[in-house]
């Protein structure tokens, strides 16, 4: 028999006589005792030799089996089957029907049909552990510090429970489970906060109440806050707990703006129109007549697609009182499809579009976010792609859409088309046996796009009259590739293509000069002249490359070699003059000669706004040099890499100089030389890229007289510079580097890759919510597990005219880091290292983590949209509206920065 424990229990303990031999039938009644089974230091996942079946033959049928009580324990299990009792101690675990319950110690009465259990004193720590944990059926787990449960009515006593139902949080108090729907409530906690009991922050304490499935119904109630009870109660309450969307109304926030007004701010209602489908009205109203309306529409269907789209409209005055007000639309548009949920086919879109001062004059729209609020451009794009299984042909059809905010115009390609087929061997054969011959390495491609195309118009004339159907260009463009390739000789890559374009147009135009032109009589007049015309145009090229390889190997050093390759190559290519009358694609027109003004011509194509180009003019006839240089190094393993294996470390990664001689120019016929390079440097963190143009010829320094002022030219000269004993000279070089780096980019580990598909179609409900959010407010997230972490992007440019030189010198800074756990930093700022000044685009936040409530404070020190912004809000996702909020007034004033 195992020794009891001590402790606050009463354990039932027979006593057996193990001296006086007792006679089998006189003492038949005293004998009972001694069939009580002790098994001390189980450790087995199955006890259902020592544990039998409950006692439910008046609920069950003759044909019906009674359900079993299943149970272990780490420490001891004891089985008192005079009272049939079960005794579970240490890390215990029973599971009857669809009810589990883990705890220190649980004891399982099978004849009155109940279980209690709790958890035990750690002698060593003195802290109360092992506290029973309950699940039942689909319930989310109950912790607790003790209960009193009977399996077979379901009924019971929980005290000190812990829960978690729909995101919020039940713990403290009593419970009384009525039956498996409802459940009486006393003292608990009503709370977003996780913490357990005694330590929550904030909640409702129920003093009585019933819950139900989907509510509480709340007796006298009152708000405690860190442990204080607050003077704000109510005599009766209602508590949703929903297991699907609900729909309710969206508390508003208040304010004061010093152009438009009092404001009620983001009034609105919540509709939930089914699982799959949701709708938030909401909208800011001013006390001058100002107004913003909104409208969110969420869709999901799990497996297949997701998506979301927002429709909002203002109504704005920043003027003098009786001026028109300012109208602004935007609409937003994102969906998403699951990878499998139509293989071969794909669509997927993301709109943002509307007035180009929607985001001036709707500041609070983007929650005063510095980067929508500064930006210069809108883009938007859908598309649709298709590919056929079994054959090399796939299709994407797309309509697009860009906005420069500043010019105020509009881009439209409405809709772009591409149809593709991949590159196939027609002389090849799928059952040839054998290498390839020559002939079946030839390779052949088709693609065709078509596209409607609006460039850059106003704004405003955008749904003016028939602006879509007179401004519209639109065009089709073939290509046909040819290629071949051959090693010869063992090191050499001998290729030689052959590229055919093909363009069909709808419209070209007809230019001719106009005396009566006012404005500048020797510009030519432009028309557009309707119907179809078409052009095309091919180049030839053939050429061969191989690799060269030098070793630099050192000595008793942790650098063992430098190793490099070289990839040079000269191809010839060829290309008519298009140029050329007999093509019928450029024409040549000449202005009569009148005083002043002497006889000018021009050559002009009649496809030169044609939305995939033109032929060139100029024939070329020449050779085509690269160089291409990898320089990589070969490092010692160090004395703690198991592996031994060396490491090699890029040093440059594609450095590239070219150039092109074209013999069938009359000068200038070696083109400049171009260069480009990258690496990467802090163990592939930060990226470094450059490239650069060097000049070949000699340029002349030449003065004019414009308006009474003297002013400079450079005259380029067909004669190279080192004819002269010159280096070429740097005719344009730009240099950026970029990188990202945090506390874990020098340690890195290993990370579990997400599984294909794993997006938002697998997430939770409560997921889901948690991120559409976070897309609405990024800054109600903030990742307090990394301790620091910076992204920068430096960026210098240089260009040389002759007469002038210009550079850029610019660095953007953002990142991070933790003052303390719970206290964070954030910085943003863009530094022109020319002009030794710092962007109005700079910006402060810091961030206090409550955990279940969050401080956040952004400030924007100076600039345009000076500002600073306070509020402290709740995490839960249910209540998000509640916050508390203080900013500045904000005005789009040039006089801001005083």
């Not at 949701?278 to 998506?307: C, I, P, W």
């Not at 930060?686 to 000699?698: A, D, K, L, M, R």
């Amino acid at each position: 028999m195992a020794s009891p424990k001590k402790g606050k229990y009463n354990y039932h303990r027979p006593l057996t006589d193990t001296i006086i031999k007792l006679d089998s039938i006189k003492d038949k009644k005293l004998l009972r005792i001694k069939d009580t089974v002790s098994t001390k230091g189980t450790k087995s996942n199955n006890t259902k030799g020592i544990i039998g079946k409950s006692d439910t033959s008046s609920k069950k049928g003759k044909n019906e089996l009674a359900a079993e009580i299943k149970g272990n324990a780490d420490d001891s299990t004891i089985v008192d089957k005079v009272h049939n009792i079960l005794y579970f101690y240490g890390r215990a675990r029973v599971k009857y029907e669809d009810v589990e319950m883990d705890a220190d110690y649980i004891r399982v009465d099978q004849k009155n049909h109940l279980i209690f259990a709790s958890g035990s004193i750690d002698p060593r720590t003195h802290r109360y552990i092992g506290r029973p944990i309950t699940k039942q059926g689909k319930d989310k787990p109950v912790e607790s510090d003790s209960l009193l449960f009977n399996y077979e009515t379901k009924k019971g006593k929980v005290y000190n429970p812990a829960s978690e139902q729909g995101g919020n949080y039940i713990s403290g108090g009593q419970v009384k489970k009525l039956n498996e729907d409802e459940a009486a409530y006393r003292n608990v906690l009503f709370s977003t906060c996780d913490k357990p009991f005694p330590e929550t922050d904030f909640g409702i304490v129920i003093t009585k109440g019933i819950g139900e499935k989907k509510r509480i119904i709340s007796g006298p109630a009152y708000l405690e806050i860190e442990g204080v009870p607050i003077p704000l109660a109510v005599p009766f309450a209602f508590f949703p707990k929903p297991d699907t969307r609900t729909s309710g109304v969206i508390l508003p926030t208040f304010g004061e703006d010093q152009k438009l007004g009092f404001y009620i701010k983001d009034l609105g209602y919540y509709i939930a129109l089914n699982d799959y489908v949701d709708m938030t009205t909401q909208g800011t109203f001013y006390a001058k007549g100002s107004y913003d309306l909104n409208e969110t529409v969420h869709y999901l269907s799990r497996y297949e697609y997701s998506g979301n789209l927002s429709l909002s409209y203002g109504s704005h005055n920043y003027g003098l009182q009786g001026d028109p007000p300012t109208k602004d639309f935007n609409i937003t548009w994102s969906h998403s499809q699951n990878s499998n949920a139509s293989p071969g086919s794909t669509f997927s879109a993301s709109v943002n579009a509307g007035t180009s001062t929607f985001y001036q004059n709707n500041p609070a729209y983007s929650n005063y976010n510095l980067q929508a609020l500064t930006q210069n451009n809108l883009s938007s794009s859908i598309a649709y792609g298709r590919v056929w299984a079994g054959t090399p042909f796939n299709l994407t059809v797309s309509l697009s859409h860009s906005q420069d905010l500043t010019a105020k115009t509009v881009t439209l390609n409405l809709p772009t088309f591409n149809f593709n087929m991949s590159t196939l061997s027609p002389f090849d054969s799928k059952d040839r046996v054998g290498p390839q011959k020559w002939y079946q390495k030839i390779t052949v491609g088709y693609s065709l796009q078509g596209t409607n195309n609006i460039n850059a118009i106003p704004e405003s004339e955008l749904f003016q009259g028939n602006t879509l159907f007179k401004k519209m260009q639109n065009g089709l463009e073939h290509q046909i590739p040819i290629g071949f390739n051959q090693t010869l000789l063992k090191y050499f890559q001998f290729s030689a293509t052959a590229n055919y374009t093909e363009r069909w147009y709808f419209q070209s135009i007809k230019e001719q000069y106009n005396r009566d032109n006012l404005i500048d009589p020797t510009l030519p007049t432009i028309d557009t002249v309707g119907g179809f015309k078409r052009s095309g145009e091919y180049n030839l090229s053939a050429g061969f490359s191989t690799k060269v390889y030098g070793t630099m190997n050192f000595k008793k050093s942790k650098l063992k070699a430098i190793r490099t390759v070289m990839t040079p190559s000269i191809s010839f290519q060829y290309k008519p003059d298009f140029s050329d009358p007999s093509y019928g694609y450029y024409k040549t027109i000449v202005s009569n000669a009148t005083i002043p003004y002497p006889a000018t011509y021009t050559t002009y194509s009649i496809f030169q706004n044609g939305v995939y180009g033109y032929p060139s003019a100029g024939r070329q006839a020449g050779l085509n040099f690269s160089l291409d240089n990898t320089i990589e190094a070969k490092v010692k393993a160090k004395a703690t890499d198991t592996s031994n294996t060396d490491k090699h470390v890029k040093i440059l990664d594609g450095l590239t100089f070219s150039t092109f001689y074209n013999f069938a120019a009359d000068s200038f016929r070696l083109s400049p030389i171009s260069f480009s390079g990258h690496t990467a440097i802090l163990h592939q963190k930060v990226n470094i890229s450059f490239s650069g143009v060097f000049n070949p010829y000699e340029s002349k320094l030449m003065d004019s007289i414009s308006n009474g002022v003297i002013q400079k030219y450079s005259h380029e000269i067909d004669r190279f510079t080192w004819q002269d004993g010159k280096l070429p000279s740097l005719q344009s070089f730009s240099i950026s580097a970029s990188g990202s780096l945090n506390s874990t980019s020098f340690h890195p580990h290993n990370t579990t890759q997400a599984p294909v598909g794993s997006n938002m179609q697998n997430m939770t409900p409560q997921q889901q919510d948690r991120l559409a959010l976070l897309n609405s407010d990024p800054s109600a997230y903030v990742d307090f597990n990394i301790p620091w972490n910076i992204s920068f992007n430096y960026s210098f440019t240089y260009n040389n005219n002759v007469t002038n030189t210009n550079t850029t010198n610019t660095m953007m800074i953002s990142g991070d880091f933790n003052l303390t756990p719970k206290w964070k930093i954030q910085y943003s700022t863009n530094y022109d290292l020319k002009a030794r000044a710092l962007s109005s685009a700079t910006s402060f936040s810091i961030y206090r983590d409550l955990h279940c409530w969050d401080l956040s404070i952004q400030w924007l020190p100076f600039g345009y949209y000076k500002s600073y912004n306070v509020t402290l809000r709740v995490k839960s996702t249910i209540l998000q509206d509640l916050k508390l909020s203080k900013k500045s007034d904000y005005t789009s004033s040039s006089y801001f920065n005083q």
